[in-house]
């Protein structure tokens, strides 16, 4: 078992920013994957940032040159810095985890955290 917990939504004004954090916990595993998916009301739920464990990230085209997804691969986090915010950004973000765990792979997700953008 891989868990994941999420810390840093909020409430934010348009053009602020919020960074988002994700920790992963459990016994012997490695990392694949990490990123970050958002679900907004009435909408699926889509992949925001990718952080690949050979340091390739990759990013929807609505967040490039906004949101900088890092890892540290030492401490098993993982953060989402994100700027200049719209109401666009408005979602449920949730936190992924493609992990090997006793040679099978197993796909995790947190909980979710908040994130609001609004005036």
């Known amino acids: 078992q891989v868990q994941l917990v999420e810390s840093g939504g909020g409430l934010v004004q348009p053009g602020g920013s919020l960074r988002l954090s994700c920790r992963a916990s459990?016994?012997?595993?490695?990392?694949?994957?990490m990123g970050w998916y958002r679900q907004a009301p009435g909408k699926e739920r889509e992949l925001v940032a990718l952080?690949?464990?050979?340091?390739?990230?990759e990013y929807a085209d609505s967040v490039k040159g906004r949101f900088t997804i890092s890892r540290d691969y030492a401490k098993k986090t993982m953060d989402l810095q994100m700027n200049i915010l719209e109401p666009e950004d408005t979602a449920v973000y949730y936190c992924n985890a493609r992990t090997v765990v006793q040679a099978s792979i197993l796909i995790s997700w947190g909980q979710g955290t908040q994130v609001t953008v609004s005036s």
């Open positions: 952080a690949r464990s050979d340091g390739v990230t």
């Open positions: 459990g016994s012997h595993f490695s990392i694949l994957t």
